[in-house]
C-alpha cells in the first residue's frame, strides 16, 4: 500500500501497543495523523451530483415549471437552490446516466412549444415535453455556481451532434451554431470545461466491447473540440463495477492526452435487480450493505493498479461518477423512477464512500453521488411544495470541509464490527488541512450497537482546540419524512477531550463524527 493509504499495524504492534497502555481498552483506536508535504489536495470535484432525466429529478424536481406556484426562478426551484448551494456543490452531471444515450440535444433548444416530445425508454416509458434542455440547465448550475458536466450521447448519436453540441456551448464567433445560441437567448458561450464521452457503453449506452467502444472514443473525443478561452476536459465512459478489462484496454487503446479521465460505476446494492426496503431492514440487510460499501476500496484499487501501470505519472483521472445506494423503490411509487428513502444507513454509506475517494485523491479527482434530488441515494426529496434534507445531505454538508483542502495521511488500526461470525472494520476516517489552515477529521463508526474509543495524535498538527458535529440518530432505520422533516439533522458534538496533543474521541453506535481543529 502507498504512503497515502491507511496501514494496517502487524499483530506484533497492536501486542506491544495494548501491552504499552496506548491501548487500554478492546474498543480503542489509535489513530496517527501525518503531515506529508507530497500528498494529494482533495479536489472539491469529488464532491459532484448527479441529475439525470430520471423519475422526478428533473421534472417535478428540480423543474417545476414558470408557472408553478412553487416559488422559482424560470422554473427552476429555488428552494433547492438554496439548498444544494449549502452544499458547495461543484460540478452537476446531466443528462445521464442511460438517458444520455438516447438524449438528442437539439431536441430541447429553440421555443418550448416547437421542442418535440419523447419517451423516455429507460426510465417509465414516460413522455418528456423537452421543457428543460441545454439552456435551462446551464442556467441551472449558474444559479449553483456549479461547473456543469454534460454527458454526450455516444449510443444513438454521432460525431456531428457532439461537435455541434459542444460548438453550440463553447464558441464565440458567428458560425450557425454559435448564431443559433445567440438567437435562444445566450449572447456569451457558456465554455463547459467537462465533456463525458457516452456513458455505460458496456450496457445501456450501446452494449458495445471495450475494444470497439476504444476506437469509437477516439473518433467523438477527435472532434469533441477545444475553442478559444477553453480546454475541454473529455471523460471516457468506463467500467462497472469489477470490469477490469474495460479499464485495461481503455488505458492501453486511448492516447492518454485524448482522456481527461475515464469513469467507473459502484453501487452499493444487494444485486440486480436491487431489492429490500430503503427504511424496512434488519441487522442481517445492514450489516450485508456495509460488507458492500466496503467492497468499494477493493474496487477502486484494482482500477488504479491498472491505470498505474499504463499511466504511472497520474494524468489521466478515475472519475467515480456514479455512486450510492440502490434498494427498491418506495411502495406505490412507478419502479422505473428509482425513488427511495433515505435512512441513517446511507449517512453511513456517505461517510465510507467520500473516506475512501479522500483516501485515494492522487487518483480520484472527480466523483457525482446518485442522485441529487428524489433519485436513489438523493440528498433532497420532495413532495409537491415540501423538501426535505436526507440524512446523506446532512453528512455531506460536514464534509464540505474537506473540499480543495490537502490530505493528511492516516495510520490505524480499526476495530471490528461483528455480526454472525463475520466482521467488518467498524471506524472509518479521514483528515485534511485546508488553507486556512484548519485541520479536519472525519470519523465514521458503522457498528450497529457499540460506541468507539478514538484517540487521534495531534503533535504533527499544531492544533490548540477542536468543535465537533455529529450527524446520528436513535435507530438504523430512521429517516426524514415531509410530516417529520428533522428527525435526522447535523447536531453539535461534546464528547470528546484535547489533552497534551491526544484527542480522545467517544463515537456513538452508526454515527458520523466532523472535527474541526485550529
Known amino acids: 500500500m502507498t504512503a497515502l493509504k491507511t496501514k494496517l499495524l502487524k499483530p506484533l504492534a497492536l501486542f506491544v501497543m495494548a501491552t504499552s497502555g496506548l491501548n487500554a481498552q478492546d474498543n480503542t483506536t489509535s489513530i496517527t495523523i501525518q503531515v506529508d508535504d507530497n500528498a494529494p489536495v482533495i479536489s472539491k470535484h469529488i464532491y459532484g451530483h448527479f441529475a439525470e432525466h430520471l423519475g422526478r429529478s428533473v421534472y417535478d424536481g428540480f423543474y417545476v415549471g414558470e408557472d408553478s406556484d412553487i416559488p422559482n426562478t424560470n422554473g427552476i426551484r429555488n428552494d433547492i437552490v438554496e439548498a444544494l448551494k449549502g452544499l458547495k456543490i461543484p460540478n452537476l452531471r446531466w443528462p445521464g446516466g442511460c438517458f444520455a444515450d438516447e438524449y438528442h440535444w437539439k431536441d430541447g433548444v429553440g421555443p418550448k412549444a416547437d421542442r418535440p416530445v419523447i419517451v423516455n ?17 446551464l442556467e441551472l448550475c449558474e444559479l449553483l455556481g456549479a461547473e456543469p458536466y454534460l454527458a454526450g450521447n455516444v449510443g444513438s448519436g454521432t460525431v456531428e451532434e457532439l461537435n455541434d453540441w459542444v460548438e453550440y456551448c463553447n464558441y464565440d464567433g458567428n458560425t450557425s451554431m454559435a448564431q443559433w445560441r445567440k438567437a435562444n437567448g445566450q449572447e456569451e458561450p457558456w465554455r463547459v470545461k467537462y465533456w463525458g464521452i457516452g456513458n455505460e457503453s458496456w ?17 467523438y473525443a477527435t472532434y469533441a473540440r477545444n475553442y478559444p478561452g477553453i480546454d475541454i476536459k473529455r471523460i471516457a465512459s468506463g467500467a462497472d463495477a469489477d470490469n477490469y478489462r474495460w479499464t485495461e484496454v481503455m488505458m492501453r487503446d486511448v492516447p492518454h492526452h485524448m482522456m481527461w479521465g475515464i469513469s467507473v460505476h459502484y453501487y452499493t446494492r444487494t444485486g440486480w435487480p436491487p431489492s429490500g426496503s430503503a427504511t424496512k431492514f434488519d441487522e442481517s440487510d445492514y450489516f450485508s450493505i456495509m460488507k458492500t460499501c466496503l467492497k468499494t476500496s477493493e474496487i477502486l484499487d484494482n482500477h488504479i493498479a491498472i491505470m498505474d501501470k499504463y ?74 411544495e415540501k423538501m426535505l434534507l436526507t440524512p446523506t445531505y446532512h ?53 450497529s450497537k457499540k460506541e468507539n474509543i478514538i484517540e487521534i495524535d495531534c503533535t504533527n498538527l499544531d492544533v490548540k482546540d477542536f468543535t465537533a458535529n455529529i450527524v446520528v440518530s436513535k435507530k438504523l432505520q430512521d429517516h426524514n419524512t415531509f410530516d417529520n422533516p428533522s428527525t435526522v439533522k447535523v447536531e453539535d458534538f461534546k464528547d470528546f477531550k484535547l489533552k497534551k496533543n491526544k484527542l480522545t474521541v467517544t463515537i456513538p453506535p452508526f454515527s458520523v463524527v466532523m472535527l474541526e481543529g485550529k
Open 121 to 137: 425508454t429507460h426510465w417509465g416509458m414516460v413522455e418528456e415535453d423537452n421543457s428543460f434542455g441545454t439552456h435551462e440547465f
Open 203 to 219: 450496457g445501456c449506452g450501446g452494449n458495445m466491447t471495450p475494444e470497439y467502444f476504444a476506437n469509437l472514443y477516439r473518433q
Open 311 to 384: 499511466d504511472p505519472k497520474k494524468r489521466v483521472a478515475l472519475v467515480v461518477d456514479e455512486w450510492g445506494s440502490w434498494y427498491a423503490v418506495e411502495e406505490g411509487t412507478n419502479p422505473g423512477f428509482a425513488y427511495q428513502q433515505n435512512s441513517m444507513r446511507d449517512a453511513m454509506i456517505a461517510g465510507l464512500t467520500l473516506n475512501m475517494l479522500h483516501e485515494r485523491a492522487d487518483r480520484i479527482k472527480m466523483a457525482n453521488l446518485a442522485q441529487a434530488v428524489n433519485v436513489l441515494q438523493a440528498v433532497i426529496l420532495t413532495k409537491d
Open 395 to 447: 453528512v455531506m454538508k460536514m464534509y464540505t470541509a474537506h473540499q480543495d483542502a490537502k490530505l493528511l495521511p492516516l495510520s490505524f488500526e480499526s476495530p471490528k464490527y461483528t455480526f454472525n461470525g463475520e466482521s467488518l472494520p467498524a471506524i472509518s476516517a479521514s483528515a485534511s488541512k485546508d488553507k486556512d489552515g484548519l485541520v479536519h477529521i472525519s470519523l465514521v463508526n458503522i457498528d
